[in-house]
């Protein structure tokens, strides 16, 4: 094994040594993808809690009552509509809501719902109430948001070299950063998400070419706003600063010093993405899918530390541009 330790260098981070660096750093630490890998054993293999019996009576009356108010072609829409809920309700377990975001443990399982496995048929409890739907939501997003901060530190320790004593009110000061951030994200989510898919909704009745164009549109000045903000999370854990500062940090790095985190983000997304559909080529009720989750998780636990590797590489290289330009107008 390579050393999983990076050295301060005045060069920036270069994408292909950094993230063989997180892939290192992880090899030499495996048990930090226990997170992820028994997330998704428990995803898989362990009872999933339902709302069907809860939504099922409300999504049938408004489905019941559509094609009475339109012509026959909409019956065969209602009907495919009807049959998409079904799938919907029937493989939704609340407990994968223990996979937050931005902050949470990454989760191959989230995504594949599976209800089938080894062990036969998933079992399942119902969820009768509002009121319970409401505390579950509320319970397991706290607790998936305090395992991912947790994930999160262990990989950002894991890449720090300068072996720093654990500080327990630094610990707690950093969660509640955290959960601002993730609070905050919501927040903003909700407040672009809504008007976004009522322009294009309205749009699309008028020509469906314009909605999509729009839709690409509106996705391109997202991704131009959000890649900034891409290491907002890492300053939190590595320098245990302020959310505000660790935004700010953020954007400069960004902007000003790494212009390549675009492909960095890039190759990072199309390597999780795309081991993903190999991850889950085995069928859910085959024992062989522990292969696909085992992989997920190391793939996915070296790709974050590769995230903090380049971080911590670009605040070096940050400060050494900073400190030749402070020499530089000294001697002028």
Do not use: C
């Not at 212009?259 to 199309?270: I, K, R, S």
């Amino acid at each position: 094994m390579e050393p999983d330790t990076f050295t301060e260098t005045n060069t920036a981070p270069r994408l292909i040594s950094t993230i063989t660096e997180g892939f290192n750093i992880i090899s030499n630490r495996i048990y930090l993808i226990l997170f992820p890998l028994l997330l998704d054993v428990f995803l898989w293999l362990g009872p999933h809690l339902r709302i069907k019996l809860l939504l099922q009576p409300y999504v049938n009356s408004v489905l019941s009552s559509m094609p009475e108010l339109s012509n026959s072609d909409f019956l065969e829409m209602s009907q495919w509509t009807s049959e998409l809920w079904d799938i919907v309700l029937n493989h939704f377990n609340l407990f994968s809501l223990l996979r937050v975001f931005p902050i949470g443990i990454p989760s191959l399982m989230t995504g594949m719902a599976p209800i089938e496995t080894p062990l036969g048929m998933a079992s399942t409890i119902e969820v009768t109430s509002v009121f319970q739907a409401i505390i579950s939501w509320l319970l397991f997003s706290m607790v998936g948001l305090i395992m991912g901060f947790l994930y999160f530190y262990a990989i950002s320790r894991a890449t720090d070299n300068k072996n720093i004593p654990v500080s327990i009110s630094a610990i707690i000061n950093s969660f509640f950063q955290i959960l601002s951030l993730s609070i905050a994200s919501i927040v903003a989510v909700m407040l672009f998400i809504f008007p976004t898919m009522l322009m294009v909704t309205l749009l699309s009745l008028i020509s469906i070419t314009l909605g999509q164009i729009v839709l690409l549109f509106v996705f391109l000045i997202l991704i131009w706003f959000l890649m900034p903000l891409v290491f907002s999370p890492h300053g939190v854990f590595v320098e245990q600063q302020s959310l505000i500062k660790s935004i700010t940090t953020s954007i400069r790095l960004v902007r000003n010093f790494l212009p390549g985190t675009g492909l960095f983000v890039l190759t990072a997304l199309l390597l999780y993405q795309g081991l993903n559909l190999l991850w889950s080529l085995a069928p859910d009720r085959s024992w062989i899918t522990i292969f696909g989750i085992f992989g997920h998780a190391f793939i996915s636990t070296s790709l974050i530390a590769s995230s903090f590797v380049y971080y911590r590489k670009g605040l070096v290289w940050m400060e050494s541009r900073f400190h030749q330009t402070g020499k530089s107008a000294i001697n002028l």
